[in-house]
């Protein structure tokens, strides 16, 4: 769920604003529009498209969990209906990136086409495929990774606790 709005299995990392195809000039402009006057709209529109590369919510937040999950697992449904519903209403929330990696099926939920492009650098770390499987990374770190709903309740969570507060 991202920033709390979104159900696990739909996280995203988050979006962007997008420049619409005439900002900054004028959509009548013809290609015998003076080079200069092009130069300038290429250098605007260059300089906000590079502002909006910068992600807040990336920048932000210096602890990630990674919540590996798939649609025929029993516990992984439980989270998304108990846990994840109580850990949306938390103030953590706001302060700890949540990534979900989906799979259709457990057997694949460790194949990295089913892992957003930010979290695979850590699929490594994941020694036992077990799902759900939840890591903490710290700054960039694998922290701790935490398997089942003990893994959440007892590992996970209470670090995110100590480290977020």
Known sequence: MENGTRAPSQNRPGQMSQIGPCAGGNPDDSPESSAASGLGRRFFLGTAAAGLLVTPARAQHHLMVIYVSADDCAPCIV??????PQWQASPLSRRVRFVTAHAPK????????????EARPFLGAVKTPIV???????????????????GWRNQILPQ???LAT
Do not use: E, M, N
């Open 132 to 150: 759900p499987t939840f890591i903490l990374v710290q700054s960039g770190t694998v922290s701790i990774v935490g398997a089942g709903l003990a």
């Open 79 to 84: 989270f998304s209906k108990q846990d994840f």
């Open 106 to 117: 457990s057997s694949q939920a460790f194949q990295s086409r089913f892992w957003p492009s």
């Open 160 to 162: 995110v606790q100590r």
